[in-house]
Each structure stands twice: as C-alpha cells, then as structure tokens.
C-alpha cells in the first residue's frame, strides 16, 4: 500500500519540499541577518545612557519578509485543500477506488495507509514551517514580546500543526462524504476559516481565566510583564464592576479607556490635566483602572489546549471518514 | 437444473438492491456452479452492474442473501484474493504507466502472477513503459483484464468486458477465457446487453430485466426446457393451463407460442420445435415488466 501511496502522491511532495526548501532558504539567510542586528542594536543600546525603549527605535527585518511569514498562517489551509481534499474524493471521482479496493488489501488498510501517510507528512510540513517561523521570529519576540498575540500565537509554537492535522482531516472526510475533488475543497476552505476564527476570536481567551489587575486611582498599579496577551482594559465601577470598552483603532484613550467613554466633564482634562481627570472620574464614581491579561507563563499551555481542540477535531473527523468510506457501496 | 454434486461459486437468494427510489434489483435468486462461464445478459439498465457489484462486495445488499465461493463478500484479504472484479469504466490511474499498475498489483496482493501478466501484455503489444492515459480503449481493458487475471482468482466477474474491444480483440479475449476455465478452478460470470457477444462462449446463462432475474441456469438445460409451438390461430388456454407460457405471437393465420414446459406437449394442432438460445431470451426480454409468469405479449394481433 504504502508504494502506491507514494507513487500516487509523489509528485505533491516533490512541490511542497521545493517550496519548503525555498522557505527554509530565505528564512535561514533572513533569520542570521536579523539575529545579528538584534544582538548589536542590544549592545549599542546596553552601551549607551539615552537608549530606554529599544522596540520603539529598532524594526526587525523587512516589512516584505515580515509580511510572508504572516502568510504562513495559510499552510495549514493549503494542505488540506491540496492534501486532504482529493486524497478520498479524486479515487470516487475516477472510480479507481473499485481497482484499488478489489486487490488483496482490505478498505481500511487502504484507508488506514493513505491517510496515516497524508497525516504525517502534513504534520511534519507545518511542523517545519512553524519551526523556522518560530526561530526566526525569535528576536521579534524579544523585542516585542509578541509571541502570545493574535496572529503570531497562530504561526509559532505548535499549534499549526494541529491546525494542519485538522485541515487534513477535514479535506478527506469532506471529500468522502461529497465524492467529488473541487467542491470537497472549497468546502475545506470554508469550514476550516470558520472554525479557525471562531475559537482564534470567542474560544482562546477563555481556556483559562484571565488574570485582572485592579490599580485604584493615584495607586502606583502592578502591569503585566513579559509577552503576556493582553485580554482586557478598562475603568473599575462604584460598585467594583469592570466597565470595558473596545480597544480603539485610533483616537485617544486612557488605559485603554477611550477619552470618548469617559464622562463628558472629564473629557478635557485628559490631554490637559492627567491627574484632574483622576480626581475628576472619581467624583463621577469611578474608582480605578483594570487590566485583564493571560500571564506570559500561560503561553505553552495555551499552545497546548489549542492544539488538543484541534487534534480532537481531526480525530473525529478521520473516524466519520472511516465510518463512511468503509460502509458505504463503491 | 443442474447436477447436485455442483459446488456453486455463486449463490443468491432474494437479493434486493435500491438505490434512492430506484429499484436496481428486486429479489434476486441465482445460483453460478463452480467452472461455469455465466453470461449475464439483460438490456441497459437491467440491474447487471448492480448485481456484479453485490457478487464482489463493493455494494452491500439492501435485503437478501449472497454467498460467493462458500462465504459473504467481504472487504478482507481472504475473500479479495479470490474474487476478480472488472468494473465498466475500466477504472485505472490515468497517469501510472502500464508497468507500474503490474507494480501496483504485486504490491497489493498476496498471490500475483507477474511473469504471466507481464507476457501476456507482451503478446498484446502493450508497452510497460507506456502511460495508460495514452493507451487505447481496447488497450486498457485488455491491461485490466490482464491485471485482474493475475490474481489468479477463483470467480472472475467482468462488467461488459468486451464493449471496448474490436471483434476480433473480442474473439480471442473470449478464447482466452474460455481455456483459462478449462485449465480449472475458475468461475466467470460476465456482462453484456448482447447475447450474440458471448453465446460461443458460455454454458450458464443469467437473464435480467426491469431488476428481476427472468432465467438462470446451464443453458443445455434450458434450452431443453423451453419450446416452441406454430400452429393455427386458435384458443391456447389448454395449452396455458399446462405449461408456462412465455411469449406469444398471434397473427392472422398462426399463433407461435414459446413456452416452458411441464410435460410433453400432446395438442395435434402445433408443431412443436426446438427453441435456439437468441429466441429463448429475446421471448424473455420481450415480456412486460411486472410478475412472471403467464403474461403473454401479442404482436400483430388484428382487432
């Protein structure tokens, strides 16, 4: 089984470690050259007396290259479009399931085989890409204690391969249930963008509970150190509730408090007099700033839980494949 | 019908098969002795198709029973190495050259017959290193023929094997696998909506039509069962009564009737005669669809 597995899909794997060579290529050269300006941008700034915010001054790499190894978070997407979406569903289309399935090998041999192999080499792809992401980022991360937010968190660590194990999953189980390549494949887009969203936006936050520190007005408050992801912030009620707003896009806030929110009284204030503005919101009866966050120590859990979920999901999904392609007719 | 010391290759009994509303067959009881070449004959859409995918397992039936070779088809490597299945389409990987398909199936199966297969692609003139996308529609299914023969299967169940091939690739295929049975061990039922492409070559016939069986058996046997009576136009009823009457013709002056027999025919009036294999079916094909037996179709009948 396993040489007609590799005789089908070969020339895929010749593509995709091409590609990866490509990557890895640039990634290497690019990687060395900002490791290096990091550490002497470090040196300079360590010798001098006036260097504070080294992340304000310094910009790591170029926007171009930055950009590309944003798109990596596409990977696992294009694996299950081009990996787990034909691998069932061309078979049902071409008929060469009934020649395969009338030779001396059980279905769920062929079955197992097919998608044992598809499953490790995708797991092993976003595997490396997500290697060389995270080392290459490494600096980045450093500087900008960016590793846990949105958008890095997804294209570092270990959760990519758990997202491309899913898509894989996805793409074969869609393609055996609809029979046919092309719409199989869309349909794989489509769940899997969703479903990505859904627990990147609703769901992550929430695998555990997030840290709150209160800082009453005047009170010199405890912020949050390292790369910590920033849940929440916002203006401590009488009552003790905690009144958050949306984080802005652009416009002037106060602790993440958009001047905007704040009573109309003390509005002026905040440009003018930051410590009127204080006495001011509490007058209105405010009692202090919150902020919620999940600690920097939290992040290899989050990978973690995040890449259980979707391991779960792919699970389930291989089992509804093989539920299907076992027990119904060719 | 058939001997009792006949081990059956193939055993069916009230095998049914829908697919959405449609019926593809509809109670089907058929029995295949071991070393017979069955040939499955019925019009488009009859149920053939349906019914060799039954026999090889690749369908599971809706209700009844199929034993093939002793046991139910099964996805199982016991059953698999036994069985050869040669579906229609001729279903091959387009982009694999002819010699990695004979790779493929010795890769796949546990007994695999490569220096045969590998010869008789040579005697067809059929390149290994050739892409099977490039090969003929006469090429391919001689290739997956030859694929299938390797196996060395016990049942060999061909889907319309010879609708791709020229009449003379016809013959020899035909040839082929007449002696491949003679050598023994070898059961074929095969497929085709005509009966003239393979009378030569076989000794059991399973007739399908609207998805019912209409005949099976050894076709000595029922052509010794059937009949045919020319005789005036006149009243039948007797004649009705004592056998089953398959198929009428009435015109004017003369009624010819093909009818199974139950007994010798005594009636003076018709002039009884032996019935060939191509008017034996055509009388069963040309029957109403619906509940057998006794329905009678009348062609020119004068009102």
Known sequence: ?330 | MMASSDVLAVQTRGLTKRYRRVTALRGASITVPEGRISALIGPNGAGKTTLLRLLAGLARPGSGDVEVLGGRPAQHPSFLANVGFLAQEIPLYRRFTVGEHVAAGAHLNSRWDGAYVRQRLASLDIPLGQRVGALSGGQRAQLALSLTLAKRPRLLLLDEPVAALDPLARRHFLAQLAEAVADGGLTVVLSSHLLADLEQTCDHLILLAAASVQLCGDIDTLLAEHQVLIGPRKDTTAIERDHTLVHAVRTARQTTLLIRRSGPVIDPAFEAADVGLEELVLGYMSQPAGPRPGRLTTIGEQQ
């Open chain 1, 1 to 330: 089984m396993t040489w007609l597995v590799w005789r089908q899909h070969r020339n895929q794997v010749y593509i995709a470690a091409a590609a990866l060579a490509v990557f890895a290529a640039l990634l290497l050269v690019t990687g060395l050259q900002i490791a290096g300006q990091y550490r002497s941008a470090r040196a300079a700034c360590a010798a001098s007396h006036s260097c504070t915010n080294l992340a304000s001054n310094l910009t790591l790499g170029s926007p171009l290259l930055s950009l590309l190894v944003t798109l990596t978070v596409v990977v696992p997407c294009l694996l299950g479009v081009f990996w787990g979406g034909p691998l069932v569903a061309r078979e049902l289309e071409t008929g060469t399931n009934q020649f395969a399935w009338m030779q001396g090998v059980s279905r769920r041999r062929w079955l197992a085989v097919k998608v044992g192999w598809v499953l490790l080499a995708a797991a092993a792809w976003a595997g490396a890409v997500s290697a060389l992401v995270t080392w290459w980022s490494s600096p980045a991360n450093a500087l900008n204690q960016q590793n846990f937010q949105p958008g890095q968190f997804d294209i570092q660590g270990i959760v990519p391969v758990g997202y491309a194990l899913f898509a894989v999953a996805l793409g074969i189980a869609a393609g055996a249930l609809i029979r046919r390549t092309v719409p199989a494949m869309a349909v794989t887009v489509a769940v899997f963008t969703f479903l990505r969203l859904v627990i990147g936006q609703d769901l992550r936050s929430h695998y555990l509970a997030a840290v709150t520190i209160i800082g009453r007005f005047g009170q010199h408050a405890r912020t949050p150190t390292g790369s910590y992801w920033l849940i929440s912030r916002g203006l401590v009620g009488r009552d003790g509730q905690l009144l958050s707003a949306p984080p802005l896009e652009s416009g002037l806030s106060v602790n993440g408090v958009p001047v905007s929110e704040m009573p109309a009284a003390c509005r002026p204030l905040a440009l003018q007099n930051p410590v009127k503005m204080l006495s001011c919101l509490t007058e209105h009866g405010y009692r202090g700033f919150f902020t919620s966050y999940q600690p920097a120590g939290r992040y290899w859990a989050f990978q973690g839980i995040e890449t259980g979920i979707y391991l779960l999901i792919a699970a389930a999904l291989i089992a509804v494949t093989a539920i299907v392609v076992l027990r119904r007719d060719a």
